[in-house]
């Protein structure tokens, strides 16, 4: 007799109506929009993984007023997280050590504090938006705060594509087993306590996992 499998292929999670979701670039553009007259500074924080490229230009289309900060320009140099990185994952193709390093250890201090300047002045002229990983080393503290969100199955399918790399070392054509070893030991560490952190205070879940058909909730409706 067949087995009959329990595992839930396409697990869903209710939070909130159907009218409490906004699919699509337009839609999310146009409800981020209003909240941009109120508070002029939007942080779109990303788990690694998410293609900042995507959001970045879907934005700039529709709220071409609004001034573009890209958090990833205050990365180290890959030469730098190496230094970090190697000695935690080791030579060995599998194994490695627990980090215990924040994603603030993979910004330049100064380079931050240039761009947090940079932004309260922009904010000062117009609506600005602050995007990447860790963007909300940079935004202000009363930024709204949009958290971009994706599912680590989906990190690794892009990882295998060759898509993406690892943050900050530009590796994207490396194998994916060396990607995966750097994300298990470091890289998820650190993207899943700043995560935490975070989505008890959001004002917005972003859900990326499907490329160019994203899905956007409020924080209240998500909780």
Same mark, same amino acid.
């Given at each position: 007799?067949?087995?009959?499998?329990?595992?839930?292929?396409?697990?869903?999670?209710?939070?909130?109506?159907?009218?409490?979701?906004? $699919?699509?670039? #337009? =839609?999310?553009? &146009?409800?981020?929009?209003?909240? @941009?007259? /109120?508070?002029?500074? +939007?942080? *779109?924080?990303?788990?690694?993984?998410?293609?900042?490229?995507?959001?970045?230009?879907?934005?700039?289309?529709?709220?071409?007023?609004?001034?573009?900060?890209?958090?990833?320009?205050?990365?180290?140099?890959?030469?730098?997280?190496?230094?970090?990185?190697?000695?935690?994952?080791?030579?060995?193709?599998?194994?490695?050590?627990?980090?215990?390093?924040?994603?603030?250890?993979?910004?330049?201090?100064?380079?931050?504090?240039?761009?947090?300047? $940079?932004?309260? #002045? =922009?904010?000062? &002229?117009?609506?600005?938006?602050? @995007?990447? /990983?860790?963007?909300? +080393?940079? *935004?202000?503290?009363?930024?709204?705060?949009?958290?971009?969100?994706?599912?680590?199955?989906?990190?690794?399918?892009?990882?295998?594509?060759?898509?993406?790399?690892?943050?900050?070392?530009?590796?994207?054509?490396?194998?994916?087993?060396?990607?995966?070893?750097?994300?298990?030991?470091?890289?998820?560490?650190?993207?899943?306590?700043?995560?935490?952190?975070?989505?008890?205070?959001?004002?917005?879940?972003?859900?990326?996992?499907?490329?160019?058909?994203?899905?956007?909730?409020?924080? &209240?409706?998500?909780?």
């Amino acid at each position: 007799m067949a087995r009959q499998s329990n595992y839930e292929k396409f697990p869903v999670i209710s939070a909130g109506s159907a009218e409490e979701c906004s $699919a699509g670039w #337009q =839609a999310i553009a &146009d409800r981020l929009h209003s909240h @941009l007259r /109120t508070n002029q500074v +939007l942080c *779109a924080e990303c788990y690694p993984g998410v293609l900042v490229d995507e959001i970045r230009e879907e934005l700039c289309t529709r709220l071409p007023t609004s001034t573009l900060f890209l958090a990833e320009e205050c990365l180290k140099t890959p030469a730098e997280l190496h230094a970090i990185l190697d000695p935690l994952l080791g030579t060995d193709r599998v194994f490695g050590r627990m980090s215990s390093l924040q994603l603030a250890d993979y910004f330049d201090p100064s380079r931050l504090q240039q761009m947090r300047i $940079a932004v309260a #002045q =922009a904010a000062l &002229d117009g609506p600005v938006v602050v @995007l990447g /990983t860790s963007a909300w +080393l940079v *935004a202000p503290t009363d930024a709204t705060l949009l958290y971009a969100d994706i599912a680590r199955w989906e990190v690794q399918l892009r990882w295998r594509r060759g898509q993406i790399g690892n943050l900050g070392l530009n590796n994207a054509a490396d194998d994916l087993a060396t990607k995966y070893k750097c994300g298990f030991f470091a890289e998820w560490r650190a993207a899943d306590h700043l995560k935490t952190s975070l989505l008890s205070r959001i004002d917005f879940l972003l859900d990326t996992n499907q490329v160019l058909e994203p899905k956007l909730i409020s924080g &209240d409706a998500f909780r």
